[in-house]
């Protein structure tokens, strides 16, 4: 069954950091890009950061550009995201996806982690 499993999530004041982990199994990780999207309460998901397959290329939403950092380890099955300088605004439940690399949709979802940044 595949799966990707979050980790990391947790309670931090305005200006500290937290890193997220996305696990992966039952997938050829290296064959898929990977995401990570947010959601706020009342608000709709959006995108937060992306990287290639090979880590090769990332992007991110203009709002964490500076601050937020996504990484992988192809020999762990892993995608990363360093979230640095949090602000209030931050606070949502994250969400690591992965995309297959001949396709333009995120088909496979985690169940997500909440982070919350207190002011």
């Known amino acids: 069954q595949v799966q990707l499993v979050e980790s990391g999530g947790g309670l931090v004041q305005a200006g500290g950091s937290l890193r997220l982990s996305c696990a992966a199994s039952?997938?050829?990780?290296?064959?898929?890009?990977m995401g990570w999207f947010r959601q706020a309460p009342g608000k709709v998901r959006e995108f937060v950061a992306a990287?290639?397959?090979?880590?090769?290329?990332?992007s991110y939403v203009d709002s964490v550009k500076g601050r937020f950092t996504i990484s992988r380890d192809n020999a762990k099955n892993t995608v990363y995201l360093q979230m640095n300088s949090l602000k209030p605004e931050d606070t949502a439940v994250y969400y690591c996806?992965?995309?297959?690399?001949?396709?333009?949709?995120?088909?496979?979802w985690g169940q997500g982690t909440q982070v919350t940044v207190s002011s």
């Open positions: 996806a992965a995309r297959y690399l001949s396709s333009d949709e995120y088909r496979i």
């Open positions: 990287i290639t397959w090979s880590g090769g290329s990332t």
């Open positions: 039952s997938i050829t990780f290296s064959r898929y890009h």
